[in-house]
């Protein structure tokens, strides 16, 4: 190629990446980047009581807007998905495969969060084998860091299975979304002395499987405190109280788009549905009243010239 072909396709390349109204983001390599927070980065943030942060994404824009943040430490692909984005009645009808599938948007918007991701209901209920298998499926494919169970004893077997062969473990204990059914809804645990000395006995028991950290979900914040302070890994709480070694929410619970029910540990850290609803609206006015696109201003032209001569050419026809 000529030395004037390569200026000209340079331009052409240019122009075409100036007047796309979607791209790729161009990274300023001046910008420093925030270091990546590990599983021993996070056990020395709840060493040091530094709280942990830790926020749900879905796909690749929730991702980038959790990877902004260098105060967000890790990134949660959450099996909510399956009701704050496809429709979904409960987190029991979302498959392997379709969170699989959110798990690849959300790796390629994420930077130094921990990644770590809900295994499905019925994904890890089955055999040994099986749960092993379906782990290693979400880490080879999904390229997630971590994955995350819901349960007590009966998955203390399944965490030391999954931590021996390399696949870190975030537990879940306390209210277990999961199993609202068995449940009876979606209800305080450990309001009683027994309920609360099995969910003790439980993250002790994750605890020495193998589990890196766990949530602790819809408790007492009294119990919160306590299960805090008598494992050595980090908790995460969501409905726990202010004592865990940190906190996470839904992301559609913290921006206020999710139109269902706000349980009470729920704050509503900025209201998106009221700014969406307002574009949305202002663009099918200016639509239908015809102010938009302005000619000049959001409009392409010809050049006059080329316009008539391609009126001639055509009423030649």
């Known amino acids: 190629m000529s030395w004037n ?27 420093q980047k925030t270091e990546k927070v590990t599983i021993q980065a996070l056990q020395k943030m709840r060493d040091s009581r530094i709280p942990i942060s830790m926020l749900t994404a879905y796909d690749y824009p929730t991702a980038l807007a959790c990877s902004a943040n260098p105060s967000i430490d890790i990134t949660l692909v959450g ?30 918007g994420t930077t130094h969060p921990m990644l770590v991701a809900d295994m499905p209901f ?20 999904g390229q997630i860091e971590a994955v995350k169970l819901e349960g007590g004893e009966e998955i203390v077997d399944l965490v030391h299975r999954l931590t021996s062969v390399g696949i870190p473990v975030m537990a879940h204990v306390g209210l277990l979304p999961q199993r609202h059914v068995s449940f009876s809804g979606f209800k305080v645990q450990g309001k009683n002395i ?17 589990a890196f950290s766990m949530v602790v979900e819809a408790v007492p914040k ?10 050595s890994v980090p908790t995460i709480g969501i409905g726990a109280g202010p004592w865990t070694s940190g906190q996470v929410l839904v992301w559609d619970d913290a921006m206020g788009t999710w139109l ?6 729920v704050r509503r850290f900025a209201n998106l549905q009221t700014a969406r609803d307002t574009g949305v609206q202002s663009y099918a006015s200016a639509v239908k009243d015809g102010s938009f696109p ?11 010239a080329e316009w008539t001569r391609f009126l001639e050419e055509m009423d030649k026809k």
């Open 5 to 31: 072909s390569a200026r000209v396709a340079s331009r052409a390349i240019r122009v075409q990446r100036r007047w796309m109204s979607v791209r790729p983001k161009e990274v300023d390599g001046g910008v």
């Open 79 to 108: 099996d909510s998905l399956a009701q704050v984005c496809l429709g979904y009645k409960s987190t029991t009808q979302l498959t392997l495969d379709e969170m699989i599938h959110h798990c690849r948007a959300v790796v390629r």
């Open 122 to 141: 019925g994904s890890y209920h089955g055999s040994m084998d099986e749960a092993v298998n379906n782990a290693v499926r979400m880490v080879r494919e």
């Open 194 to 210: 027994e309920s609360a000395k099995r969910m003790v006995k439980t993250s002790k028991l994750l605890e020495q499987a193998g």
């Open 222 to 231: 009294e119990l919160g405190k306590y299960i805090t302070e008598n494992v």
């Open 260 to 265: 269902g029910h706000k349980a009470k540990f």
């Open 294 to 304: 302005d000619p000049q201003r959001e409009s392409y032209t010809l050049d006059q």
